[in-house]
């Protein structure tokens, strides 16, 4: 694993132009531009408004600003999560030609992928900020811990992105199992609602490592205090082994890329 991270650090030329390409080309001829970037978290903000106003109907109280809040931190990572994995898991059948012809290490075109959506992300973010600076949710040392939580979530999608990248040069069905699990992974995931909701079933669903990602920057940005340690390492152990597991996967297949893709 340091072995190709130093690879990737040696050619980041290379990674850069394949990221910058991969922008490119999602927006070429595009209408609304960047404003794509936020068409996602857009649509995930609203459905989980929506959420959260029958929750509250069912209390029998007012949906509360910090409801909406809520769910608009957690609504752009877990865009950049989908889009990540949804991208990445498609990035060597989309580069076929550059795959059998050209050499280079092969693992540079899911975290590629992975790397523009980070641009997306970012631009989401931003007007994220804004609109935490409209609602006056203010700051704190707390919101230092938002780019480890980004930073995990980016190797929890990379990881993630390798082996199913790979797998879906032998398996073509692999992406559709993708989309199917995506479409799903938003009701297991605390997106829409909070963990401590449901507090029986609360371990059970931290165990997802997206979970204390995003339970982490709501506690970091809303209520101005560190997040549990305990888990936000457990998600960093979940990243780490993940992307190392993968990487391996993806470098022992490697070999056979030519003849299946």
């Known amino acids: 694993m340091i072995a190709t991270i130093r690879e990737l650090v040696h050619r980041r030329d290379l990674l850069f132009t394949l990221t910058w390409r991969e922008v490119?080309?999602?927006?070429?001829?595009?209408?609304?531009?960047?404003?794509?970037?936020?068409?996602?978290?857009?649509?995930?903000?609203?459905?989980?408004?929506?959420?959260?106003?029958?929750?509250?109907?069912l209390r029998g109280s007012p949906l509360a600003m910090d409801d909406i809040v809520t769910v608009a931190v957690?609504?752009?990572?877990?865009?950049?999560?989908?889009?990540?994995l949804?991208?990445?898991?498609?990035?060597?059948?989309a580069n076929a030609?550059?795959?059998?012809k050209v050499y280079m290490p092969r693992e540079i075109f899911p975290v590629a992928s992975v790397l523009?959506?980070?641009?997306?992300?970012?631009v989401a973010a931003v007007l994220l900020a804004v609109f935490l600076g409209v609602t006056r949710v203010g700051a704190s040392?707390?919101?230092?811990?938002?780019?480890?939580?980004?930073?995990?979530?980016?190797?929890?999608?990379?990881?993630?992105g390798l082996a199913l990248a790979a797998a879906s040069l032998f398996f073509r069905d692999v992406k559709y199992i993708v989309e199917v699990g995506l479409t799903f992974a938003i009701f297991f995931t605390p997106v829409f609602y909070d963990v401590s909701l449901f507090p029986r079933w609360s371990t059970l669903l931290l165990l997802n490592p997206v979970a204390p990602v995003l339970e982490g920057l709501s506690t970091v940005v809303l209520?101005?205090?560190?997040?549990?340690l305990g888990w936000v390492a457990y998600a960093?152990?979940?990243?780490?082994?993940?992307?190392?597991?993968?990487l391996a996967f993806f470098k022992r297949l490697e070999p056979y890329f030519a003849e299946k893709i």
């Open 223 to 228: 209520r101005h205090r560190s997040p549990d």
């Open 116 to 122: 523009s959506q980070l641009v997306d992300f970012l």
């Open 74 to 84: 957690k609504s752009v990572p877990w865009a950049f999560f989908v889009s990540g």
């Open 141 to 160: 040392w707390a919101l230092l811990w938002i780019p480890v939580l980004v930073l995990i979530l980016f190797l929890l999608v990379t990881g993630m």
């Open 86 to 93: 949804r991208f990445a898991t498609n990035s060597l059948i």
């Open 236 to 246: 960093a152990a979940w990243a780490v082994i993940g992307c190392a597991v993968s």
């Open 97 to 100: 030609d550059l795959v059998t």
């Open 24 to 57: 490119q080309i999602k927006y070429k001829q595009s209408v609304m531009g960047f404003l794509w970037a936020i068409l996602m978290p857009a649509l995930i903000v609203g459905a989980g408004i929506l959420v959260r106003y029958a929750f509250a109907v």
